[in-house]
């Protein structure tokens, strides 16, 4: 017993920690509802950041257009001032027409030299390279022919003036775009490099909770293990207490030793042999022949054996002066000397000595005395 009181002490600090175990799921828990909160905040912050990088890269491609776009108005506006170059350089050479050349220019008019010139022809020398202009207007040209030449030649270096300051426009603009690009692309910078901070933080976050939360499972798997096997041994010494409660009752108590039909009770009656009165000492309980008989209380054979009327006959003794008959039995199935307990297979029921058909005579004695059996059994 005093054993028991400390098993049950025992479960009660087990229920005490049990409760602790609660308040651990709880808190295990809530820090798993943290976690779901911090991947939902990392999956939508890696969220922000790779739409960031992929805006970022759509900027850097831009820049890269807008520098092939830059790149080629750099060189035709290269192109565009070698051109105005060689376009004034021949402005310069109909203005250097030598005096000499003048006059055989005059006779060559006079005499009709050289034929007018066709204008395809003019706007050819108009836009032919410097060496080619220089070797024609050296067979000095018609003065018509030259003012028209100077004409074309005033008219071109308009228009590359205009082209080359329409490139240059373009250039001009194309560098604002891609300094307005490169500001922004400094700010995508900037927040993925603040994205990143965030990500890892609340990575180290993350990784703290499932370490904390692998703890605090470990620790209520620990403890709940601790408290089951605490329980299994309230339960087994309870169960132990459970059959020592029985085994007293099992030797303090009578059960009625078989199934029948009660025919004959204790005391004074009209014997069915000798159609005489006489004291039955016992009771009778009649069913078929081989009806199962048991132990009526937890005791000792002291007999087991024929003997006389009772036919085939066992004996127990159960202490404090208290025995047990059981008679008229087809078959026993136990020996002197043995101890049974309550409700234990002793033999079979018959009609064994003086008898007048199958059932079971059973007795209780008290110090020699017989007592009814019916006042005894629970």
């Excluded at 003019?122 to 040209?141: C, I, N, P, R």
């Excluded at 303090?252 to 009770?265: A, D, E, Q, V």
């Excluded at 005489?276 to 009806?291: C, P, Q, V």
């Amino acid at each position: 017993m005093k054993h028991l009181k400390s098993m049950i002490a025992a479960l009660l600090v087990a229920g005490t920690l049990s409760g602790f175990a609660v308040d651990t799921v709880h808190a295990v828990e809530d820090k798993k509802a943290m976690l779901v909160t911090v991947n939902s905040e990392i999956e939508a912050v890696s969220l922000i950041k790779q739409e960031t990088a992929n805006q970022l890269e759509v900027n850097l491609n831009e820049i890269e257009k807008i520098n092939r776009d830059k790149e080629i108005h750099r060189i035709r506006a290269e192109y565009l001032r070698d051109n105005l170059e060689v376009t004034e350089r021949k402005l310069e050479m109909l203005d250097s027409t030598r005096p000499a050349n003048f006059i055989k220019a005059a006779m060559l008019s006079l005499s009709n030299g050289y034929a007018e010139m066709e204008l395809a022809d003019l706007l050819t020398l108009v836009h032919s390279t410097l060496d080619e202009f220089e070797a024609y207007q050296g067979e000095f040209l018609k003065a018509d022919d030259r003012k028209m030449i100077e004409e074309g030649l005033n008219e071109k270096i308009v228009k590359i003036k205009e082209d080359l300051s329409k490139c240059q426009s373009n250039i001009t603009s194309l560098q604002k775009d891609k300094e307005s690009v490169e500001v922004i692309n400094t700010e995508l910078n900037n927040r993925i490099g603040e994205v990143h901070v965030q990500v890892e933080t609340l990575s180290v976050q993350k990784t703290q909770l499932e370490t904390e939360i692998r703890a605090e499972e470990e620790r209520i798997k620990a403890e709940q293990e601790r408290i089951r096997l605490e329980q299994e041994k309230i339960k087994a010494e309870q169960e132990r207490l459970r059959q020592i409660e029985i085994e007293k009752k099992k030797a303090s108590t009578f059960i009625k030793p078989t199934n029948g039909r009660l025919t004959s009770g204790f005391g004074n009656r009209k014997d069915p042999v000798t159609k005489r009165t006489a004291f039955h000492a016992g009771i009778d309980l009649a069913n078929s022949k081989g009806t199962r008989i048991n132990a009526s209380r937890n005791g000792q054979v002291i007999f087991a054996g024929n003997k006389g009327t009772y036919g085939k006959f066992i004996v127990i003794r159960h202490g404090n002066g208290i025995e047990t008959a059981y008679a008229h039995l087809s078959s026993i199935n136990v020996r002197v000397g043995q101890n049974v307990s309550q409700g234990q297979h002793i033999g079979n029921m018959g009609s064994t000595g003086r008898s007048t058909g199958s059932h079971l005579h059973f007795e209780i004695r008290i110090n020699g005395s017989a007592v009814n059996p019916l006042k005894y059994f629970k």
